[in-house]
C-alpha cells in the first residue's frame, strides 16, 4: 500500500513539474493606444536548451490587432537555460475600450506538437475626444474656396494644330494674292519716299543751284528708275536714257540739270524738275499695274 501511495506522489509530480520547465510571459510595451496607432508586444520564452520553441509568424490570427511587422532577437542559453523573444508591432482598430491579446508558443517533438499561451495582456483605447455629441455641430462657412483646373495640355493641342492647320491652307489659297499686295504696298511706299526726298532736294537746288546738289538730284531719279524697271539708269548717259525710254523731253529735262554740273550754270528751270518727276511716277504706275496683272494671271 504504501509502495503505490509512492508511486501515485511521483506520477503527480512529474506532471505539476513538466509544465514549469516552459516560461512564456507577454506584456504591451506601452498601456495604452491610439486608433490604428503601432504599438509594441513583446513575446517573451525560458526553456530548457534540449527544447525546439517556435513563436507565431505572419500566418498567425492576431485579432482584433493587426500585424505590422515581427522583429526577433538572437536566442541566449545560460546553464542550461535558452532565453528566446521577439517583438510583434501591431495596430488596433477595435473601438473597444480594452483589448486583450494573449500568443502561443509551439514545442516541437518528434511526433507531435505542444502549444503554450502567454498570459493575457491589455492595452487600452485612448480616444481624441472626450466624448462624442449625439447630435454634430458644423462650423457655418460660406466663403468658396477656388479650385485649381487642371491644363487640358490634349485641348490646346488639338486647337493649335488646328489654328496652324487654317493658317497654311490660309496661305496655299491666298500665298499670291498676300505677295501681291505686298509687293505694291512696298513700291507705293518706296515711291512716296522718292517723292518727297525729290521735292525736298529739287525746292534746294531752286534755291541755291550747285555741282552737289544738281548730282544728288540727278543719282536720286536714275537710282529710283533702276530700283523700278531694273535696268541700269545710272549708267546711262542722258542720251542714252531718252532713247531708251523714247522720250526726247527727258533728255532736254536732263540736260537743264547736266548744265549745272558740267557748265556751271546757276539755275535750273522748275518744268524740267516736274516732268522728270512725272516720269518716275509714270514708272511707278507701270509697275502697279504689272503686280496687278501677275496676280490676276496665277
Avoid at 48 to 73: A, G, Y
Avoid at 105 to 111: D, G, I, K, N, P
Avoid at 229 to 241: A, D, G, L, V
Amino acid at each position: 500500500m504504501g509502495k503505490i501511495a509512492g508511486i501515485i506522489f511521483l506520477v503527480f509530480i512529474s506532471f505539476t513539474a513538466f509544465p514549469q520547465q516552459i516560461q512564456l510571459d507577454g506584456y504591451f510595451m506601452q498601456d495604452s493606444a491610439r486608433l490604428g496607432e503601432r504599438v509594441g508586444f513583446v513575446l517573451k520564452a525560458q526553456y530548457p536548451q534540449s527544447t525546439q520553441l517556435i513563436f507565431p509568424d505572419s500566418t498567425f490570427d492576431f485579432s482584433p490587432f493587426v500585424l505590422l511587422e515581427k522583429k526577433s532577437f538572437i536566442s541566449s542559453t545560460t546553464e542550461g537555460i535558452t532565453t528566446d523573444s521577439a517583438v510583434y508591432y501591431l495596430s488596433n482598430f477595435s473601438l473597444e475600450p480594452n483589448s486583450f491579446l494573449s500568443l502561443p508558443a509551439y514545442e516541437l517533438s518528434r511526433y507531435d506538437s505542444i502549444t503554450y499561451f502567454s498570459n493575457e495582456a491589455e492595452i487600452k483605447l485612448k480616444l481624441m475626444l472626450d466624448s462624442i455629441p449625439e447630435q454634430l455641430v458644423f462650423q457655418q462657412n460660406n466663403v468658396y474656396q477656388t479650385l485649381e483646373k487642371p491644363i487640358n495640355w490634349l485641348m490646346i493641342g488639338l486647337i493649335g494644330g488646328g489654328i496652324l492647320l487654317i493658317i497654311g491652307v490660309f496661305i496655299l489659297l491666298f500665298a499670291n494674292k498676300i505677295k501681291a499686295i505686298y509687293l505694291r504696298n512696298r513700291e507705293k511706299i518706296r515711291f512716296l519716299q522718292f517723292e518727297r526726298k525729290w521735292k525736298k532736294l529739287t525746292t534746294l537746288l531752286f534755291q541755291n543751284p550747285n555741282l552737289e546738289l544738281a548730282d544728288e538730284v540727278i543719282g536720286l531719279w536714275k537710282g529710283y528708275l533702276e530700283s523700278i524697271t531694273n535696268q541700269p539708269f545710272q549708267e546711262w548717259t542722258s542720251s542714252e536714257i531718252s532713247k531708251n525710254l523714247e522720250d526726247p523731253k527727258v533728255l532736254q529735262a536732263l540736260r537743264g540739270i547736266d548744265m549745272i554740273i558740267y557748265a556751271g550754270k546757276d539755275s535750273v528751270s522748275e518744268e524740267s524738275t516736274q516732268y522728270l518727276l512725272e516720269i518716275a511716277k509714270m514708272k511707278f504706275q507701270e509697275k502697279q499695274n504689272q503686280l496687278r496683272h501677275e496676280r490676276a494671271t496665277r
